[in-house]
């Protein structure tokens, strides 16, 4: 999402060093290695039944946090054979190195941030300690509770790169009642001990450790909510149950729990008195993580008139996108999120198409403003000129809202309304989204034309992406049955409404 902040609490500037819904982008390496984990196709049945599956060899660490929180002690030992090398995503890290690493057997080569173990002995183990009190949150904003808040591992040397017969799980071993949050899938019921997910962790993630709000929900195909709130939030209750039914309104949408594991962290913020939820981010690292800043102090009703938490989520029903075509995935978050506030009943369906049309005629607005330039060129203009103003911002949400707009409403026509965009997403959601990969757009898209069976996604790309003008949406309007008059959206009950209708309709759920 994108909301005008200006200055932050010094703690938050820490904790979120970027500002807006962009997606984290990678970090720039030294190295020219890459975290890419080179598997396809996973699944999450296929995710969820690894952990210790037959002839699946399984790395241990055993990570011992103190009461300070300013010391982690890891101990790791390998399951056979070692990967080829271990890494952690932050250049400094072996300077927060307070004893070296020692292998039990055989010798481990330094390379900055990079360690390579495999001359290590089969089933070796590694044992070392870093300082991590750099993470450490001012007592005086979290009300003398002891809480290590990282944004960024400085610590945890990962296997760079895991087979399909390898994972990684960590074991925390905390004082006293320190709980611990990771995006990470708990194996334990006492959510300490984790099964490291594999998409890069230079994606970004969120572990927090010491004394806060941990909850988990477990639902009956085993999926898991870990809501997290951090400092003194009013109304935690009713936190709680918002996030609860956001996530319920996307798997209403998709027919299903679109992930084993979300973490969702809630921070409190009250200098952006204007929104409930002033900001959001998805981190992708090792697992799905959402933080969103929030104002507590606000009545539970804003929080669901607020788009930012179904958009937020909406983002989980596409895979990291390339930079350049981040446009889709703004687009998907920016269609659905008022869609699926009126699919919970949160809002009318009436306001939901209306919201959508205004915001397609920002996008629309933004193209004029800024002038002739390629949509994938208008994401990098973005980047470089940072021209919040120009109407680029509004031209790269709504231009990809206006393309999963036209092709919901393809699909449902060429169909005869057999299927629409949430099937798809859902088959994708089955086959692909935990690739652990980077998709291309023209990739995304002729993937989505697969489980479609059609060639809507890809012509729509090759029209949208390259083009200099804002996507022509009448069609669309005029199929779905909705009017405009004087700006204003007008529900028809002419031809096409049943396709209206169904885009809020949701897929059966398999999970009460
Ligand atoms: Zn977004």
Redesign the pocket.
Known sequence: ?NSGLGRVEEWLKIAFSRIG???SPHKSKTFSKLLLVSILGVSPAFINSFAYAEGVRTHHYQVKINKQLSQAQVKLCFDGEAPEYLAVDYRKATKSLLKFPEASDGHIEFQGRYWKTSFLKDNACIQYTSDISGHIVDPRKTHNKKLSFQVDNTWLWLPEKLSLTEQAVVSFELPGDYQVSTPWRPLDKQYRKFLVGRSPHDWGMTLIIGEFDNHFYKSKDDSILNIVLLGELKQKDNLIEWIRQTERALVDFLGKHPLPMIQVVLIENRRFRKSPVPW?E?NRGGGIGIRFVVDSSQPIDNFYQDWTAT??FS?LLAPKIDYRDSWL??GL??YLQYLLMAQAGNIPSELAWQKLYEGLMRGAKGTKDVGPEILRDVVENRRKKGSWRSGRTMRI?WSGAAYFLLADWQLRKTSKNKLGLAQVLAKFNQCCVLSGKEWGGKELSEKLDELSKTSIFSELYQEIAYSESFPNIQPALDGLGIKVVADKVVLTEHQGHQYRDSILTPLVNIDN
Request: a negative charge; proline letters at 0%; glycine letters at 8%.
């Open positions: 999402m819904c962009f997606e959001g998805v958009h937020e983002h995935s703004e978050a920016s949400y």
